[in-house]
């Protein structure tokens, strides 16, 4: 079966320390990976994807995201964490690419601590 | 401004009574969805629709109907509300990219609460 597995409910990071949040997956062929953050009482907001090529993807607000093939994870890091990173993020994955269907996980809720 | 609104932003009824979530996009995308978050659940797809007049089940549909009969709008209709539904819903759209993954934008949410 298909699905996306995020192990940890919580993560908490002090403030300027690195982070990861991790992610796995389980999807046939090759996985179209996506990386989003919930702020409190808002939309989910976009923060990066893997398509193909290099394994290390940057995107928004400093956060990068590794894919791992062999271990079927992508997981999420920041270098200096932040206050404001505190949200719930969560990871997807497209199912195929002949169809708009995504399995996400179930969330991680970051605490960044000052 | 390039958004996806959904209408109401919270809503509470009773078991059995129909109701409507609208979702309206700007931005003419072709793809669009409909998830809910439920705690400890994340997201979960509901239906998606690829094009006008195409739609078609995500994994959990059962109790839901949507229809695509223009490109901006993508309601969501509960026939016959029930306590399990009570949910957060969220309306989500893309362009259409051969190739490569679509980047989502969500809508603002709908709470609603079934009792």
């Known amino acids: 079966a298909q699905s996306v597995a995020q192990p940890e409910d919580q993560v908490n990071v002090a403030e300027g320390n690195p982070l990861t949040v991790k992610c796995t997956y389980s999807v046939s062929g090759n996985p179209y990976l996506f990386w989003y953050v919930q702020y409190p009482n808002r939309g989910l907001q976009f923060l990066l994807k893997y398509i193909t090529g290099d394994n290390l993807v940057k995107g928004s607000y400093g956060f990068e995201a590794e894919f791992n093939k062999s271990q079927t994870s992508f997981h999420l890091k920041k270098p200096s964490a932040l206050v404001s990173d505190s949200a719930l993020y969560f990871c997807?994955?497209?199912?195929?690419?002949?169809?708009?269907?995504?399995?996400f996980g179930t969330g991680t809720r970051l605490k960044v601590l000052a | 401004e390039a958004q996806v609104t959904q209408n109401p932003r919270y809503l509470i009824t009773v078991t059995g009574k129909k109701l409507t979530v609208t979702c309206s996009q700007n931005?003419?995308?072709?793809?669009m969805s409909w998830y809910r978050q439920d705690p400890g659940l994340g997201l979960r797809q509901i239906y998606y629709s690829m094009n006008v007049e195409v739609t078609d089940k995500g994994d959990v549909p059962e109790g839901y109907k949507v229809s695509r009969k223009e490109k901006r709008n993508f309601p969501l209709i509960l026939e016959s509300p029930s306590p399990n539904q009570t949910s957060l819903y969220f309306c989500?759209?893309?362009?259409?990219?051969?190739?490569?993954?679509?980047?989502?934008?969500f809508g603002p949410g709908t709470r609603l609460l079934v009792l």
């Open positions: 997807a994955v497209r199912v195929s690419s002949g169809t708009y269907k995504y399995i």
């Open positions: 989500a759209s893309s362009w259409k990219v051969q190739g490569v993954g679509e980047t989502q934008y």
């Open positions: 931005m003419n995308h072709e793809y």
